[in-house]
T-cell receptor, first 115, second 111 residues
């Protein structure tokens, strides 16, 4: 499809396990964002990638969270040693450029439940 | 710190009436502000962008205003329809050129 694709759509894991969430942005989009959305809350910025520049990791809540973007396209968000407070919907978005007036195109999200 | 406030209570509007949603921000002056729509279980979808030097922006039945003195944006849907029921998110640009997101206002249009 032409939109942002995320997988898995749902993930249930046990506390302490590692999880990987994948985002396939729209082809040609140079900026890619990860957000976290908890029930009834606004989107919480986690990390963003812009072209070949060093990613802005300022929103990552702890060192258990990391993300990569390979070849300027697909991105993977990894959460190590998951905790119950990590339960949320993880949204990925891409855009043509960052810090501009470009709209963000979102995926449908990956719902993570940590038991 | 930079803060965004949207109506936390759901807004119930009769079909055909105009719905007005409020977004207030404090402690900064965004160069522009975006509005998104989010349906349950889906990602947000972009609706409109308004710049600080624009008072008003329209798109079909949607209208957004931006009052930099009041530090407020209003989002209007005229001739509202049940299909307009969703959560609407306000996202001003912060001083680091990133969007800051409000928690959203849930809009319910009753037939």
């Amino acid at each position: 499809g032409a939109g942002v694709s995320q997988s898995p759509s749902n993930k249930v894991t046990e506390k302490g396990k590692d999880v990987e969430l994948r985002c396939d942005p729209i082809s040609g989009h140079t900026a890619l964002y990860w957000y976290r959305q908890s029930l009834g809350q606004g989107l919480e910025f986690l990390i963003y990638f812009q072209g070949n520049s060093a990613p802005d990791k300022s929103g990552l809540p702890s060192d258990r969270f990391s993300a990569e973007r390979t070849g300027g396209s697909v991105s993977t968000l990894t959460i190590q040693r998951t905790q119950q407070e990590d339960s949320a919907v993880y949204l990925c978005a891409s855009s043509w450029t960052s810090g501009s007036t470009g709209e963000l195109f979102f995926g449908e999200g990956s719902r993570l439940t940590v038991l | 710190s930079q803060k965004i406030e949207q109506n936390s209570e759901a807004l119930n509007i009769q079909e055909g009436k105009t719905a007005t949603l409020t977004c207030n921000y404090t402690n900064y002056s965004p160069a522009y502000l975006q509005w998104y729509r989010q349906d349950p279980g889906r990602g947000p979808v972009f609706l409109l962008l308004i710049r600080e030097n624009e008072k008003e922006k329209r798109k079909e039945r949607l209208k957004v205003t931006f009052d930099t003195t009041l530090k407020q944006s209003l989002f209007h849907i005229t001739a509202s329809q049940p299909a307009d029921s969703a959560t609407y998110l306000c996202a001003p640009l912060d001083s680091n050129y990133q969007l800051i997101w409000g928690a959203g206002t849930k809009l319910i249009i009753k037939p």
